[in-house]
Structures are given as structure tokens and as C-alpha cells.
């Protein structure tokens, strides 16, 4: 085991404060502004809701869950100290935490590009462009498959 840094062993209680908190509270206060002010004019004004919006709204569940438990750990289990005063307990609960922020990570960026995709779809709807679908489609296979495989590496990477 690696002996801590100096700076650590000089100032063992060092806290950075609740910057994690407050930036957490902002970014997601204006991702569901943004988000509502989307789904209010797809649907009032441009009456044109479609598979795009239902997937970034699903990217809004699996972003939300990241930043509540970013938040959860950074109150809860000292990811806001040095690994080093952080007790035992809290690392094994932490690692697992972050597992699950990788993976809905991968979730919440997979509906988002899935999002984008349809987007594109719906854009190319009105041209004669058959090889565009089809490039669509596989791409969102491709985004599908990938998010996959990443959480179960990201499960099994954390459970050797």
C-alpha cells in the first residue's frame, strides 16, 4: 500500500466542501428547465412529439439518478475527503455506488444519442434517402449494443 501524501498527513480532516452539492443542484435545476421548456413547445407549439423527445426524456431518469448519488455519496460517504480518511466501510459502499453511476451513465448517454438518431430520422423523413435510414438504424443498434457492453464490463470490472 502506497503511504498518503504529505499534504494529507499534515491536514488529515480536509474537507473540499459542498461544491459537488451545489454544482449537482444547479446543472440539474437547468437540464429540467431545459428539458420542460422542449417537451412544453414540442408538444403546444410545434405539435410535434415524437420517439427523439421520449428519449431524452428517458435520459432524464438515469441523469438524475447520477447526480443523487454523487450527491448521497459526497454527504454520506466521504467523497468529499482524501481516500485516506474515508473508513473501510464507506469504500466498499462507495465502490458500488460508483458502479452504478458508471452504468447509468452509459444508460443516460445511450438514450441521449438514441435521441439524437431519431432526431436525424425524423429530419430525413421527407427525402427519398433509404441508405440514411438504414445508417440510422444501425447506429442506434450499434449505441444499443454498446451501452451493453459497457455495463457489463463496468459490472464485473468492479466485482474482481
Known sequence: MQLPPASVILNPSEVRGPLVIILNSIFASLMLFV????????IHLSKSFGWDDVFIIAAVIPTLGCGTITILGSIKYGWNRH???VPFAHLVIGLKLTMLIECLFAVSCTFTKL???CFSHKLTAGLNLRVMRILIIANATIVTLEM????IVAVFTHLL
Do not use: A, G, T
Open 115 to 117: 435521441s439524437l438518431l
Open 35 to 42: 428539458i420542460f421548456i422542449r417537451i412544453f413547445s414540442r
Open 148 to 151: 451493453i457492453v459497457f455495463c
Open 83 to 85: 481516500v485516506y480518511d
